[in-house]
């Protein structure tokens, strides 16, 4: 038996939104930028599946342009931003942010941007006081994430944009970790733009789109054809479309079940490890957080023992972002928080679904306290 709890790391292919693919795959090949009607019988849909995403979104169609992923969309937004607003020259960024956001920032400090982080606190939340005195009138762009990847909180996203546009600023957020677990209302929030990966929601690896509010002329970060309105030049992965526009079908169905249910498996299994699990604590359990993620600290053991001996038992779980695996030194998002090396060494992020079973919840708990017990015993810090 096995049960995976790395759900923030990649979802399941949802069986519908496979279904959904399956004849793009095979019999539907054309390419739906030819003339003829084998392609043109493509364009529907793709439209349609634009359409869902805006629905999802509370945006116009207009709006949504595919990438093949929330890297790109974001790296789209943080660069487009730039040569949109060239006598500007700074951006600002919180410290927690996913490496699709950093990577692009780091890249344009090299190119003589100015970077700034707003620090969070011990909870994993931002802090808005600091954040507001970073900005100013030479400020393009404020990106910060709508959810922490490792952490589950959430940020305050209408504060942040208030404060971004009353310097004159735009607002991007990933919001890859959110879309398709709790409401996302770009009008609501403010964005001017928002980076979504479908492969986060059950749909496919590989895709993905960027919400640009209407009005904002983004420039393309990729040229070739006039695909997107001339925004995103490659042939279109039409089966990678439909599936995320299943995929974003679903998630729009069961948003609102879906939270309870993994609210109540979160609050379980958070009773669970805090209960069974002596020296445990949650990471950010005094902050808004994704119903479906729990960061663990579990002291005196190493997460990768912990995740080594679970992965033996049949489960999977991760010590944090599925991006980062391989770095060195612990999460850069538990050193903002402020925490020791030895305490963000022991921390493991537990993350679900709706195909999560009672079955998988039921093996967690059979396996973690023991796996800590042992490891206890043999710790030379316990």
Do not use: W
């Not at 609501?188 to 733009?193: K, L, P, T, V």
């Not at 279109?236 to 309870?260: F, H, M, S, T, W």
């Not at 709706?354 to 967690?364: A, N, S």
């Amino acid at each position: 038996m096995t049960a995976y709890f790395d759900s923030n790391a990649t979802t399941r292919l949802a069986p519908e939104a496979l279904e959904a693919m399956l004849p793009f795959l095979g019999e539907s090949y054309g390419n739906p930028s030819a003339f003829c009607r084998f392609g043109r019988a493509l364009l529907d849909p793709m439209e349609n599946a634009r359409i869902e995403l805006a629905h999802l979104l509370g945006a116009d169609p207009s709006e949504i342009i595919f990438t093949s992923g929330g890297t790109e969309s974001s790296n789209m937004a943080i660069k487009g931003a730039v040569r949109l607003m060239p006598a500007r020259s700074r951006i600002v960024a919180s410290a927690v942010e996913h490496p699709a956001v950093l990577e692009p920032l780091a890249f344009l400090e090299r190119e003589g941007i100015e970077v700034s982080f707003a620090p969070v606190d011990g909870e994993g939340m931002l802090d808005l006081a600091a954040l507001e005195s970073l900005l100013d009138e030479d400020v393009a762009l404020v990106t910060v994430m709508m959810a922490n990847n490792e952490t589950g909180v959430i940020f305050p996203m209408e504060q942040v944009a208030g404060m971004a546009h009353r310097v004159g600023a735009l607002f991007h957020t990933d919001a890859v970790q959110a879309v398709g677990k709790i409401p996302v209302e770009v009008q609501q929030i403010g964005a001017d733009m928002l980076s979504v990966s479908a492969h986060k929601l059950h749909g496919p690896k590989g895709m993905g789109a960027i919400y640009i509010k209407g009005g904002i002329d983004l420039p393309p970060l990729i040229h070739g054809g006039h695909h997107e309105c001339g925004l995103r030049a490659g042939t279109y992965n039409v089966p990678g479309i439909v599936g995320l526009g299943k995929a974003v079908e679903l998630a729009a169905r069961e948003i609102d079940r879906q939270g309870r249910n993994l609210s109540s498996m979160r609050r379980r299994i958070e009773e669970m490890i805090l209960e069974s699990c002596p020296g445990s604590s949650i990471l950010g359990s005094g902050s808004p957080r994704l119903p479906n993620t729990i960061c663990a600290v579990f002291e005196g053991v190493e997460s990768e023992a912990v995740l080594t001996m679970l992965d033996m038992a049949g489960i999977c779980a991760s010590s944090g972002s599925a991006c980062s695996t391989g770095q060195s030194g612990p999460s850069h998002v538990f050193k903002a928080m402020g925490l020791s090396d030895a305490t963000a060494n022991s921390a493991v992020r537990i993350s679900f679904d709706r195909y999560t079973t009672e079955g998988d919840e039921k093996l967690l708990a059979a396996h973690l306290p023991r796996t800590i017990e042992k490891l206890r015993a043999i710790s030379p810090y316990s």
